[in-house]
């Protein structure tokens, strides 16, 4: 801007090496560390983890959430274009589990607070005490809130969702970041492997072992 306005011919900063933050990180939780987290997560801190865990929902656009978005009938949070980091509203289709906790809580609400997630009758706003000691309480280390982002949508992928539906749930607007947020372990490698045999029995002739038995009978 100094420069587009005349008051540097140069800048100056141009001779600086960019830092390179390292800020991707590829953690997502194992069943069994999720089943620990969320059994020792206090009650009110259970369907905002389970929420994110599942949805994929960033932490600001769930502690936001107010009843008048949460549609329990078809089963679908709508969030607008406020309410996004991304400043671009999407409707988020629930899961099985997150509708049974929203209906849960919808019974238990008060009527003089509109929000979904509470806590002692209050709107939410941090967590981050009761989430150490959930995770303290779990045995569990190198784990961020944001991380459960990563566990949704890697969960997606390994259910086969496309791409494309994935994305709009979660709110990735570029497959880069939908591909950063994608954790691949050693599981999956398998599990392609799998598939690729599974493929191959089902569409291949000639198997490895009939061209054992050919070759061993030209012998």
Same mark, same amino acid.
């Given at each position: 801007? =100094? &420069?587009?306005?005349?008051?540097?011919?140069?800048?100056? =900063?141009?001779?600086?090496? &960019?830092?390179?933050?390292?800020?991707?990180?590829?953690?997502?939780?194992?069943?069994?560390?999720?089943?620990?987290l969320h059994q020792a997560a206090k009650p009110h801190l259970r369907p905002v983890l389970l929420t994110a865990y599942q949805l994929g929902q960033r932490f600001g656009e769930i502690v936001s959430l107010t009843w008048d978005r949460v549609d329990l009938r078809r089963g679908f949070i709508t969030l607008r *274009?406020?309410?996004?980091?991304?400043?671009?509203?999407?409707? $988020?289709?629930?899961? =099985?589990?997150?509708? *049974?906790?929203?209906?849960?809580?919808?019974?238990?609400? *008060?009527?003089?607070?509109?929000?979904?997630?509470?806590?002692?009758?209050r709107p939410l706003q941090r967590i981050s005490r009761s989430f150490r000691t959930a995770l303290s309480d779990a045995g569990i280390t190198d784990f961020r809130f944001h991380d459960l982002r990563h566990c949704a949508s890697t969960n997606l992928r390994r259910a086969g969702v496309d791409t494309a539906t994935a994305m709009k749930i979660v709110g990735h607007k570029s497959e880069k970041m939908w591909k950063r947020y994608n954790s691949i372990e050693e599981r999956d490698l398998t599990e392609a492997a799998l598939?690729?045999?599974?493929?191959?029995?089902?569409?291949?002739? $000639?198997?490895?072992?009939?061209? =054992?038995?050919?070759?061993h009978s030209s012998k």
């Open positions: 801007m =100094a &420069i587009k306005r005349g008051l540097l011919q140069a800048n100056p =900063a141009s001779r600086v090496e &960019i830092p390179n933050p390292q800020n991707e990180r590829d953690r997502v939780l194992t069943e069994e560390e999720w089943g620990r *274009s406020q309410d996004t980091k991304t400043k671009t509203g999407r409707r $988020i289709p629930m899961t =099985a589990d997150v509708r *049974s906790t929203l209906q849960r809580l919808a019974k238990i609400r *008060s009527l003089t607070n509109n929000h979904v997630f509470t806590c002692k009758g598939k690729v045999q599974k493929y191959l029995d089902v569409n291949t002739l $000639i198997t490895p072992s009939d061209m =054992a038995v050919e070759g």
